[in-house]
C-alpha cells in the first residue's frame, strides 16, 4: 500500500534520524527525496522498513 500524508513525514523523519541526518532516496531513481513535494510517496514492508518513491517512479519500480 502506498501513503501519502502526515505519517509519511514522520517515517520521512525517523529514517532521517536511522542514516545520521541524510535524506531518504527514491529506491528506483536514487535521488534525494523532499518530504514537502506532492511526488513523494511510501511504503513500509512486512520488517518495518520504509521505502520513499517519487509517484512519476512508481510504474518502473518493478523494473528495478
Same mark, same amino acid.
Given at each position: $500500500?502506498?501513503? %501519502? %500524508?502526515?505519517?509519511? $513525514? %514522520?517515517?520521512?523523519?525517523?529514517?532521517? &534520524?536511522? @542514516? !545520521? !541526518? &541524510? #535524506?531518504? *532516496?527514491?529506491?528506483? *531513481?536514487?535521488?534525494? $527525496?523532499?518530504? &514537502?513535494?506532492?511526488?513523494? &510517496? +511510501?511504503? #513500509?514492508?512486512?520488517?518495518?522498513?520504509?521505502?520513499?518513491? @517519487?509517484? @512519476?517512479?512508481?510504474?518502473? +519500480? !518493478?523494473?528495478?
Amino acid at each position: $500500500m502506498i501513503r %501519502n %500524508n502526515r505519517t509519511a $513525514m %514522520n517515517a520521512y523523519k525517523k529514517t532521517r &534520524e536511522k @542514516h !545520521g !541526518g &541524510e #535524506r531518504p *532516496c527514491c529506491v528506483v *531513481c536514487g535521488e534525494a $527525496m523532499d518530504p &514537502e513535494d506532492d511526488e513523494t &510517496e +511510501w511504503s #513500509r514492508t512486512k520488517r518495518r522498513t520504509d521505502c520513499f518513491v @517519487h509517484r @512519476h517512479c512508481v510504474k518502473h +519500480w !518493478g523494473d528495478v
